[in-house]
């Protein structure tokens, strides 16, 4: 787990039409120690690259403590990668070797790329972050749960508006089936219900509880007042502008040349792949929640636009909206715990460090990131592995690179 009172972000969902099961991850806020101390003070003459046998080294110990098929790091300042290597294999069947443009699931760390959308339609002028949900659907307002009447884009993105979780099986159990096939529609037929749904406890010293259908809703709003469907506007504002090769799903449905997810089925104790054309899929209707792939280094120019961002440089978004997104509902004087902004889970530590994070998965892959704004430092590391034993033995790694720049 962080230390000092960072997010821990285990993500483990499932989801169920009322046909077919489908397992997908959702976020936890947990709190705890750990060897590594982010707290430490970093040399920031010491923001160089580390020795490529030694990482080498770190992941290939990696790979062979723990259950990880396969793995993807990164370590990057706002303008430049210091380090970018990948290991293992893309499948443990075939044992093709990961090369540095394939492709990984991202799971809930795709969350900040939704808010990321939204802070374009935001400088664009095409909606506000205060936007309340009726005003874009007044005509849900009468059908709907009073609980919901002012809730603004804002609180569904950074998990404030109440809306149910949808982080277990049960709650989509009781989902009734969407007869359109059409994205939009589907969303809109979603909201629509969930909105009639009793509301949740916002905890009161987070101050936020975490929802998966917050991001669906809030997408929802954004393909009303854009005329588009999410799909195209992640792609239109975020994806080709910044010349992104990314997939919406698992990255094997390109074909067997991309890294497969790999788990451990229920009642096995070995690892095996996941067949990405197989029931255990996400919705269209939760994909902005997270269900985004591409390789490590188109990954690394989302977050350097971030880094860099917090930092006072300007480029697809401004500086203030970087700033926005992370810290909206970031208060720098309290230490003990996380606060969930837009897509990103930020704090301090004593000695002085702003710290963005996120972790997330859909079970099959699992993706990590930190972003030390003063050091303008970055670390991202991604497996095709999902089982809580490739988390430990990212933990350590993560731990290992970090001591470098103590």
Same mark, same amino acid.
């Given at each position: 787990m962080f230390s000092g009172g960072a997010l821990y972000v285990i993500l483990k969902e499932t989801l169920q039409n009322r046909y077919i099961m489908k397992k997908y991850i959702v976020l936890i806020l947990i709190f705890g120690y750990t060897v590594f101390t982010y707290g430490q003070k970093l040399s920031t003459e010491k923001i160089k690259p580390i020795n490529h046998d030694s990482l080498i080294k770190y992941m290939q110990k990696t790979l062979n403590d723990f259950t990880i098929s396969g793995i993807a790091v990164s370590i990057f300042t706002g303008d430049k990668v210091l380090n970018e290597e990948v290991l293992g294999v893309r499948n443990i069947q075939t044992n093709d070797s990961i090369i540095v443009n394939d492709k990984f699931h991202l799971g809930s760390c795709g969350k900040a790329m939704t808010g990321f959308v939204a802070g374009r339609l935001v400088e664009k002028g095409i909606i506000k972050w205060d936007t309340k949900l009726f005003d874009v659907f007044p005509e849900l307002k009468d059908s709907s749960n009073s609980d919901y009447l002012n809730i603004t884009m804002n609180e569904l993105l950074s998990h404030r508006s109440g809306v149910r979780p949808f982080t277990e099986d049960e709650e989509w159990k009781i989902l009734p089936n969407f007869h359109s096939t059409n994205e939009i529609l589907r969303r809109y037929d979603f909201c629509k219900w969930l909105l009639r749904q009793p509301s949740v406890e916002i905890d009161t010293i987070k101050k936020h509880s975490y929802s998966n259908a917050g991001y669906a809703v809030a997408a929802s709003m954004m393909e009303k007042v854009s005329g588009k469907s999410w799909d195209n506007l992640i792609f239109d504002e975020l994806f080709n502008p910044l010349q992104i090769n990314a997939t919406i799903g698992w990255p094997?449905?390109?074909?067997? /040349?991309?890294? +497969?997810? #790999?788990?451990i089925k229920e009642g096995d104790s070995l690892l095996s792949v996941h067949l990405p054309n197989d029931e255990y899929k996400m919705d269209d209707i939760i994909t902005p929640a997270g269900n985004y792939s591409m390789s490590i280094n188109d990954y690394v120019k989302f977050l350097q636009l971030n880094l860099s961002g917090v930092n006072g440089k $300007?480029?697809?978004? @401004?500086?203030?909206? &970087?700033? +926005?997104? #992370?810290?909206? #509902?970031? $208060?720098?004087?309290? #230490? *003990?715990?996380?606060? &969930?902004?837009?897509?990103?889970?930020?704090? @301090?530590?004593?000695?002085? &460090?702003?710290?963005?994070?996120?972790?997330?998965?859909?079970?099959?892959? &699992?993706?990590?990131?930190?972003? +030390? @704004? /003063? *050091? $303008?430092?970055g670390l991202a590391i991604i497996t095709n592995s999902g089982e809580d034993e490739s988390k430990d033995g990212v933990k350590r790694l993560r731990n290992m690179i970090l001591e470098q720049y103590k």
């Open positions: 094997g449905l390109l074909g067997h /040349e991309q890294p +497969y997810g #790999h788990w $300007d480029s697809i978004l @401004k500086s203030t909206t &970087y700033n +926005y997104l #992370h810290y909206c #509902h970031f $208060d720098s004087t309290i #230490h *003990l715990f996380p606060f &969930y902004s837009i897509g990103w889970g930020v704090f @301090k530590t004593p000695e002085g &460090y702003t710290i963005s994070t996120h972790n997330g998965s859909a079970g099959t892959f &699992y993706c990590w990131v930190i972003l +030390y @704004k /003063e *050091l $303008d430092l």
